[in-house]
């Protein structure tokens, strides 16, 4: 009989270093594929054996195997990787994979064990902030619209690409946003990447003011451990506007009308001013004032003697345009009126029809002077109110006619109290009557023939004047005229 010893079970293990290429692009696990990693088996003797143990480390490509060297039956192996060598910049802490482990080499053992790395990129989420503001000085309005503004919520975009692998997939979405300066979290972006932002200006337009001046951040490129802060800054420009008026005017003559009008302004942000304005062309008060103002515009000096109106105003004007066109008409209404009026008519001399009267004249509180040619009659130019007394006196220097007598008719002065939308005439008649004269001539006879020349004699003479009756007293001497 033969005895045979039964042979040792012993095996060589081939260790194949391999990528799972999910969530990477092909340029990364080629990237990888191309790179080395360390891999470790350590294989012990079963106890109570004097076996010593196998340990060693060999450096490995990906999907190219290394083998072991022979490791008797009975031994326990374990297999490792490290990991510091396999990381790689731009990932997250590959996550190991290996096929088998605390294998005990035996008739049955596989000989292949697989060490597959999984990787993700580091990822990293960037922080959006969004802070408004608006241009220029603030007023009270401003800054109730602001803070309005800072409540409010706005559209932001970000696209985040591989700058080394056109082929990586991108990462893009949108973010709200409010307007007080608290962040808001991205998607987490792949270290490595390069991100680029962009504003919906349509969901940042606001009433009042202009489009945005967006500061938008430029291109940010994601690092490892840092979070970096994408800051979105709008500046809303503050829109201003202007009023135009055109006066217009109804109901009057454009010669006693003012020739141009007055208007106070006052706006709500504390623009005030004047502007002097003709009808016709509308004519811009020349002032910026932001939208949202509300204006009040008076008139000032509209008022025409003799004319009801109720001066042009304009309350609340809301400037919400470049220009606000606004109308401000006058329209008058003749108020009763009546004027003085004389007429003059002389009688009894040719030369009075050449002349010119003169008369004083007291309408109301008025008073003035009237000259009136003979034959006519002159109307005073002011109106005056009805029932408005009137007295008139002529001056007796501007109707005297050396060599003539006159006498007014109906008299010398005259009152008259004025009537409703008419012309008030009162007439005055000068009568004039011719002087004459004649010579009176004393003669003694007789015995008292030698008083001619020396004695005086006393007459009586009457005579009858129209305006005058008068008696006189004449003495005479004898012989004399």
């Not at 409010?178 to 979290?185: E, I, L, P, S, Y």
Request: aromatic letters at 8%.
């Amino acid at each position: 009989m033969t005895n045979h010893a039964n042979k040792k079970a012993q095996t060589k293990f081939n260790l194949v270093k391999k990528i799972n290429p999910a969530g990477l692009s092909q340029r990364q696990v080629d990237a990888l594929n191309n790179s080395d990693f360390a891999l470790t088996y350590r294989c012990v003797a079963p106890q109570g054996s004097n076996g010593k143990e196998i340990t060693k480390t060999v450096t490995a490509k990906p999907n190219t195997p290394v083998e072991t060297e022979v490791i008797p039956e009975g031994y326990t192996c374990t297999f490792s990787e490290d990991m510091a060598k396999a990381a790689r910049d731009g990932f997250a802490e590959p996550k190991l994979t290996i096929s088998q482990n605390d294998v005990k080499v035996g008739a049955d053992t596989k000989p292949e064990v697989e060490f597959i790395n999984s990787y993700t990129k580091q990822a990293v989420a960037l922080k959006v902030t969004k802070d408004v503001r608006i241009d220029g000085a603030l007023n009270d309005t401003d800054k109730k619209n602001l803070a309005e503004f800072q409540k409010q919520q706005y559209n932001v975009s970000y696209r985040c690409v591989d700058p080394a692998d056109d082929k990586a997939p991108a990462v893009a979405s949108d973010v709200k946003v409010a307007g007080n300066g608290q962040g808001v979290d991205t998607l987490p972006i792949p270290v490595g990447y390069t991100c680029t932002f962009n504003e919906d200006l349509r969901s940042a337009a606001r009433d009042g003011y202009g489009e945005p001046k967006p500061t938008i951040p430029g291109p940010i490129t994601v690092e490892a451990g840092k979070k970096a802060e994408a800051k979105f800054v709008n500046t809303y420009p503050r829109l201003t506007g202007d009023i135009t008026l055109t006066k217009t005017v109804t109901g009057i003559d454009a010669a006693k009308a003012p020739a141009s009008f007055t208007f106070a302004y006052k706006c709500s942000d504390g623009t005030t001013g004047t502007k002097d304005i003709k009808p016709g062309a509308p004519v811009p008060l020349g002032i910026a004032v932001p939208y949202g103002t509300t204006c009040d515009i008076t008139e000032t000096n509209g008022a025409v003697a003799g004319y009801d109106l109720k001066l042009a105003q304009a309350h609340n004007v809301p400037v919400n345009a470049p220009k606000v066109n606004v109308e401000v008409k006058n329209a008058y209404n003749k108020q009763p009126f009546s004027q003085f009026a004389i007429t003059k008519n002389v009688e009894g001399a040719e030369a009075a029809k050449n002349k010119t009267y003169e008369f004083d004249v007291t309408c109301g509180d008025e008073k003035f002077t009237m000259k009136v040619p003979a034959g006519q009659t002159v109307t005073y130019e002011k109106e005056f109110k009805p029932d408005t007394k009137c007295t008139a006196t002529e001056k007796t220097e501007s109707a005297d006619i050396p060599g003539y007598s006159h006498t007014v008719y109906p008299q010398k002065t005259q009152e008259i109290t004025l009537g409703v939308n008419t012309i008030c005439a009162v007439e005055f008649i000068n009568k004039y009557t011719e002087q004459g004269s004649f010579t009176l001539t004393k003669q003694v006879g007789g015995t008292a023939a030698p008083l001619n020349g020396g004695k005086k004699f006393n007459f009586t003479a009457s005579w009858i004047n129209p305006s005058d009756q008068a008696n006189r007293n004449q003495g005479l001497h004898p012989g004399r005229r």
